[in-house]
């Protein structure tokens, strides 16, 4: 069981399941979102997700049409994104979690957007774009 919550605590999540991937995505879109580098996602069965609290401070945005950014609205930690055509599926914003988890299956997409004054040298296999 995974569990996590947003920076005020007004939204907790559970999460029935493990962590099987791990991407770190450096586009740009995703450098903004979350005011950092780059963002760690993981793919989650969204039957399996559960929001234990804060449902009604949930907002979204969307920077492109079709996927919605899911963010506390409080204070403004990013949880998840979705796809409108892929409604099983969330993609978790990893830094919400609070439960310790291994992964070994990371990996970095859009690559090729990183941030100049980031120096990425882990041996984690590394895409220009998304996993072909
Ligand atoms: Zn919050
Ligand atoms: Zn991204």
């Known amino acids: 069981?995974?569990?996590?919550?947003?920076?005020?605590?007004?939204?907790?999540?559970?999460?029935e399941g493990e962590i099987e991937e791990i991407s770190i995505c450096h586009c740009s879109q995703c450098r903004k979102a979350q005011g950092s580098a780059f963002a760690p996602v993981s793919p989650l069965d969204a039957?399996?997700?559960?929001?234990?609290?804060?449902?009604?401070?949930?907002k979204e945005y969307r920077a492109s049409p079709g996927?919605?950014?899911?963010?506390?609205?409080?204070?403004?930690?990013?949880?998840?994104?979705?796809?409108?055509?892929?409604?099983?599926?969330?993609?978790?914003?990893?830094g919400t979690v609070d439960t310790d988890f291994v992964c070994?299956?990371?990996?970095?997409?859009?690559h090729a957007s990183k941030a100049s004054w980031l120096d990425c040298n882990d041996s984690h296999p590394r895409y220009d774009e998304r996993k072909p």
């Open 1 to 15: 069981m995974i569990e996590g919550s947003c920076l005020c605590g007004g939204v907790r999540y559970e999460y």
């Open 47 to 58: 039957d399996r997700f559960r929001l234990l609290a804060g449902a009604e401070l949930l």
């Open 104 to 110: 070994d299956n990371v990996f970095h997409i859009f």
């Open 67 to 94: 996927k919605a950014r899911v963010f506390c609205g409080n204070c403004g930690s990013p949880i998840y994104s979705a796809l409108d055509s892929v409604p099983g599926l969330k993609r978790l914003r990893l």
